[in-house]
């Protein structure tokens, strides 16, 4: 059986809620297929059906993009095997204090987490978080040695745009509130700094 989800004009995250209140209700029967407009709902709608263990394929047609998604046999919800940690970085400093100590704490910390091979899955930059994940960074080194690692650095999209900085990210993909909250309520353990 087929279900459309026509989030075609929706911003994020609501196409991906919309998207996750059908596979929420899909006992593996379903093609899924949701439609979008906007190159951020297609990405995001597309990490969604990996991360919930779902094949899918796209086709553009006059600017909209058909995801089509069907459950994959056998597949869990995408979540590793191992330790299942996600860091939540809300601002370039780390912790409070003066300016120059919060960037020599955050630089070592990103630093730190390179040598935890295998336990952290995600790291997601919100607020002023994203400058890090951004052209002129600089812990970049370390966040691109994460991500050669596997890590899935993931920058809020409405932040990158308040702050203008969406042409100028450098490292990992946009992400929005929703895929957020739940990467970091389905993790094994969560920190935020």
Known sequence: MERIVDARGLSCPQPVILTKKVMDEDD????????????AALENVSKLAANQGYQYEVEEKDGDFYIRMKKAQGEGTGVKEGKNIAVLVKSRLFGEGEEELGGILMKSFLYTLTEMKGDIKHII??????????????VLEHLKALAEEGVEILSCGTCLDFYNLKDKLEVGSITNMYAAVEILTSAEKSLTI
């Not at 593996?28 to 190159?39: F, K, R």
């Not at 930059?125 to 600089?138: D, K, R």
């Open 125 to 138: 930059f919100m607020n002023s978080g994203v400058f890090l994940t951004c052209a002129g960074s600089p």
């Open 28 to 39: 593996g029967s379903l093609e899924i297929i949701t439609i979008v407009n906007q190159q």
